[in-house]
């Protein structure tokens, strides 16, 4: 167990509705990344938060937002969502940034099904 | 553009033969990170190794070796003797050393299945 936590594990929404993904990352880190998984592809980057503000963004829409709090456990939040959106949401711990020394830490994910 | 190339979709084995997952990557910085993750049927990525774009020098570890050849822009990964338990889908991953976050482009994925 990598002891990054992802809730719920799996969640059913209707188009246009919004979510919330939660993300407890690791004791002592403070860089949480997330990414979202599509069926049968490679995770894709989503944004980045370090102590509390986001630090890099990857090609998502606004209506993809997040939060990190200052135990720097995370949220994830989409907005008016869409059936594209369906997929596996992955968090991942790390501590620092541009250190890539670092090892990122996986939860097992949030799969999200929108109808 | 960052880019990462697994040319299999799918291998299967028949369990304790070999197989190499290939992996070819696109960057244009002379600082980089690659990586390989394993995810079972769980759905966690489970880290397996990180190597730097300056430290060429290939690695074994039990059952898995990686070679990286910058010259080829590849960076292979070889399970000798493959389990059952083994069998998950396999990501290679890149991450450039100039970006101020760790952002980190992966794969398609390989799906491995080794047969008992």
């Known amino acids: 167990e990598t002891g990054v936590t992802q809730s719920p594990t799996h969640l059913i929404k209707t188009r246009g509705q919004q979510v919330t993904l939660r993300c407890s990352s690791q004791?002592?880190?403070?860089?949480v990344s997330w990414y979202q998984q599509a069926l049968g592809q490679g995770p894709q980057f989503i944004f980045q938060y370090y102590r509390e503000e986001e630090n890099g963004r990857g090609n998502f829409p606004p209506r993809f937002s997040g939060l990190q709090f200052p135990n720097y456990s995370s949220e994830l939040n989409v907005n008016a969502l869409e059936l594209d959106d369906s997929a596996l949401y992955l968090c991942a711990s790390s501590s620092g940034t541009a250190s890539l020394n670092t090892e990122a830490f996986f939860g097992q994910g949030t799969r999200l099904t929108v109808v | 553009a960052q880019k990462v190339t697994q040319a299999q979709t799918e291998i299967s084995v028949v369990e304790k033969e070999d197989v190499t997952l290939d992996c070819v990557y696109e960057t244009r910085d002379t600082t980089y990170y690659l990586f390989w993750y394993k995810q079972p049927p769980s759905g966690e990525l489970v880290f397996l190794i990180r190597r730097n774009s300056f430290d060429e020098q290939n690695e074994i570890s039990g059952r898995y070796s990686w070679n990286f050849q910058k010259s080829t822009s590849s960076f292979n990964f070889t399970i000798t003797a493959s389990q059952v338990v083994d069998s998950a889908v396999y990501f290679c991953?890149?991450?450039?050393?100039?970006?101020?976050?760790?952002?980190?482009?992966f794969g398609p994925g390989t799906s491995l299945s080794v047969i008992p």
């Open positions: 004791s002592g880190h403070n860089t």
């Open positions: 991953a890149l991450s450039e050393g100039k970006t101020s976050y760790d952002k980190v482009i």
